[in-house]
C-alpha cells in the first residue's frame, strides 16, 4: 500500500499554530521496518525566539520555496534532531546555515556517523558539559529548556481542546449506534465509523506519547479493528483506517524490539479491517485487467484487418 498515505496538505507551508510558533508538513518518508518499509508524515516546528531568531525542530526535507519563505520570518539559529527518528533532513539544513548550532538527541550523532564538531551539541554528553561549568553552554541548554517549557504550555493547550473534540465525537458516536437515530437523522454506518476513527486517532496518539508505543500498538488491535462495522464502512472510510494502521505500524517499529516486532506485525498485517480492504484493492485491480486485455485484442483484431 505505498503510496496511500494521507499528507497533512499543503505541503512546504508555513502553518502558524500559536504566537511565533509555526508547523511545516512534509512528504512522506519510508522507515525500514523488517521485510518492508512503512511511511510516515514529516512534519517540522519553527519557534521564533528574541532577536528574530530561529529554531527548528525535527527538520523536514529542504526545500528552495520554503527557506525563502522562513527567511522572511528570521535567521536560523538552531537546528534540533528531537530522537533517533527524527534526523534525517538535520545536515541538509546545517549545510544552508553552517552557522546555526545543531543539537542531536542521544543516539543521534551515531546514526549520521558524524563525531564532535564545531556548533554541533550532542545530547549524549550533556552531562559532561555541565561538569565542564562552561558559561555558554550552560546558557545554550537553559534556553533550550526554556524553549521546551513555551512549546509545552501551547501542547498542552490544544490538548485540552482535543480532548473536547474527542468527547464530542464520543457523544456522537454512541447516540446513532441505535439504528432507530441513524434512520430518524438519515445517518450511516459509513459516516458513524468516520467520526469513531476521528477519536481513535487523537487516543492513539494520546497513548503513544504518555504510554509508550506497545501500549498504542495494542489499543489499535483491541479498539480500532472492528468485528462489528460493516465492510463499506470500512471501505468508505479507507484513507482513515490506511493512516491508523501505518501509524500503529510506524509505533511498532519505534519499540526497537525485534520480539514485540515480530508478535504484533502478524497481528496487524491480519486484521479485518486490514483484510477487507486488501480485498477492495484486489477488486479493484481486476476491474482495470480486463480493460488492458480487451484493449490488446482490439490492437491485434485491427492489425489481422489491416493485413487483409
Avoid at 522507515?31 to 531568531?53: C, E, G
Avoid at 546555515?97 to 546514526?111: E, I, Q, R
Avoid at 545554550?140 to 501542547?155: C, F, G, H, R
Amino acid at each position: 500500500m505505498e503510496g496511500m498515505l494521507r499528507l497533512y496538505s499543503p505541503i512546504n507551508e508555513l502553518k502558524q499554530i500559536g504566537e511565533d510558533i509555526w508547523i511545516v508538513d512534509g512528504n512522506e518518508i519510508h522507515m525500514s521496518f523488517k521485510l518492508f518499509k512503512v511511511p510516515f508524515t514529516t512534519r517540522m516546528t519553527i519557534v521564533k525566539i528574541d532577536n528574530n531568531k530561529l529554531w527548528i525542530h525535527s527538520p523536514i526535507a529542504f526545500n528552495k520555496d520554503l527557506n525563502d519563505k522562513i527567511k522572511e520570518l528570521g535567521d536560523i539559529e538552531h537546528i534540533i534532531a528531537p530522537n533517533k527518528y527524527h534526523y534525517s533532513y538535520v545536515l541538509d539544513w546545517y549545510n544552508h546555515y553552517p552557522d546555526a548550532k545543531v543539537w542531536l538527541a542521544k543516539g543521534v550523532s551515531t546514526k549520521l556517523k558524524i563525531d564532535e564538531r564545531e556548533n554541533f551539541v550532542l545530547l549524549d554528553n550533556i552531562s559532561k558539559t555541565s561538569e565542564k561549568d562552561s558559561a555558554d553552554d550552560k546558557e545554550d541548554y537553559e534556553e533550550y529548556k526554556k524553549m521546551i517549557k513555551e512549546l509545552t504550555k501551547v501542547s498542552i493547550e490544544r490538548t485540552k481542546k482535543q480532548k473536547e473534540e474527542i468527547e464530542k465525537m464520543k457523544g456522537i458516536v454512541a447516540y446513532f449506534s441505535n439504528d432507530e437515530k441513524q434512520r430518524e437523522f438519515n445517518i450511516s454506518d459509513d459516516t458513524v465509523r468516520g467520526f469513531e476513527l476521528q477519536f481513535r486517532t487523537q487516543e492513539m496518539s494520546d497513548i503513544g506519547i504518555n504510554e509508550g508505543a506497545e501500549k498504542a500498538v495494542q489499543y489499535y488491535l483491541e479498539n480500532v479493528v472492528s468485528d462489528t462495522a460493516t465492510e463499506d464502512a470500512i471501505r468508505f472510510n479507507k484513507d482513515d483506517e490506511e493512516s491508523l494502521y501505518f501509524s500503529a505500524m510506524y509505533l511498532l517499529s519505534m519499540t526497537g524490539d525485534e520480539k514485540k516486532i515480530d508478535k504484533y506485525s502478524k497481528q496487524l498485517e491480519n486484521t479485518r479491517n486490514m483484510k477487507i480492504l486488501q480485498k477492495y484493492y484486489g477488486k479493484e485491480e481486476s476491474k482495470k485487467a480486463p480493460e488492458n486485455t480487451s484493449k490488446g485484442k482490439n490492437k491485434k483484431e485491427s492489425k489481422k484487418k489491416r493485413g487483409k
